[in-house]
């Protein structure tokens, strides 16, 4: 009986594990090294990284000259473009929200790092540059132990860094865009397509309506859809139902997801104001093209 005890608890810690590792990951980058950056397209990770060395933060308004090393806190539905000379080192670590979620009270969204409109650069002093690296060193050892809490650890080493974040002031050194259309046009593309793609009925489609784009991007609804339109020569509205569209073919040939649940995920209320979507979209029903 104990046996059976042990190796069912032992393959319970393994799932835990597995599911842990799926929700964070880290890594030190340096160009000698020549270290492939890992992926941040996905909707739902956040990213905390230190870089080190001359870059700029191209946000949707305006971009952040960055002269030293600097700390940055980036939310997945706020995107951005960032541009260095290849010679940037640092650290990099991306999480789920659900992995920090059970020390926190509060959602990262309304974080004062995280939130939309927040200023998440700050300049790192040699004090902070110690303390902060530290912490990323410690992170990155921990994934390669075998300790059955090390993901505990870890989480508690991504808040600790966050607090140092909490008792920074913010870099202010932003210079605003006179003419942002084509950098606005390509954020907007660049949030839109991050939402993608859909794979289970939980990731179901937040931003739905150029306002709801707008107020990520921290512009007015009326200078995105102008800048877009100027841009791409479609409008907003247009890009979003194109993507839908092309989502819901995708899910509706090659997945197994009913599709009521097809039309929870890409944010209709009921099924039949899908179905009318997509008629009046594609000319057919989505049962006639599953079929």
């Known amino acids: 009986m104990g ?3 042990s190796i069912s608890e032992f393959i319970e810690q393994a799932k835990t594990d597995q599911q842990l590792a799926s929700q964070v990951r880290a890594l030190k980058f340096d160009p000698s090294a020549k270290t492939t950056v890992m992926p941040y397209s996905r909707r739902d990770y956040y990213k905390i990284w230190v870089t080190v060395g001359t870059s700029r933060l191209h946000y949707a308004t305006h971009t952040v000259e960055i002269p030293e090393r600097a700390l940055i806190f980036s939310n997945p539905r706020v995107p951005y473009s960032f541009e260095s ?11 789920m929200e659900e992995f920090v979620k059970g020390m926190r009270t509060e ?8 939130k939309i409109g927040a200023k998440p650069v700050f300049f790192l002093d040699d004090h902070r540059y110690a303390v902060v690296s530290d912490l990323y060193e410690k992170i990155l050892a921990e994934l390669e132990t075998t300790y059955v809490y090390r993901y505990e650890v870890i989480r508690n080493y991504i808040n600790l860094i966050i607090h140092e974040g909490l008792k920074m002031e913010p870099a202010l050194s932003a210079v605003k865009h006179h003419s942002a259309s084509s ?3 390509s954020l907007f593309l660049e949030l839109l397509e991050r939402q993608f793609p859909i794979d289970s009925p939980r990731h179901a ?8 784009f707008a107020t990520s991007l921290s512009v007015h609804v009326n200078h995105l859809n102008h800048a877009v339109r100027e841009i791409t020569g479609k409008s907003t509205t247009t890009h979003i139902a194109d993507r839908v569209v092309a989502e819901a073919r995708a899910l509706l040939l090659h997945s197994d997801l009913s599709i009521s649940e097809i039309a929870y995920c890409l944010g209709f209320e009921y099924p039949n104001y899908f ?3 997509f008629k009046k979209n ?10």
């Open 3 to 5: 046996a059976r005890e």
């Open 183 to 185: 950098r606005i046009a």
């Open 85 to 95: 000379d290849g010679r940037n080192s640092g650290y990099m670590c991306i999480f």
């Open 205 to 212: 489609l937040t931003m739905k309506k150029a306002s709801d």
């Open 107 to 114: 959602s990262l969204q309304d974080s004062p790092l995280f």
């Open 282 to 291: 594609t000319g057919t029903t989505p049962m006639t093209l599953r079929k």
């Open 275 to 277: 179905n009318n979507f």
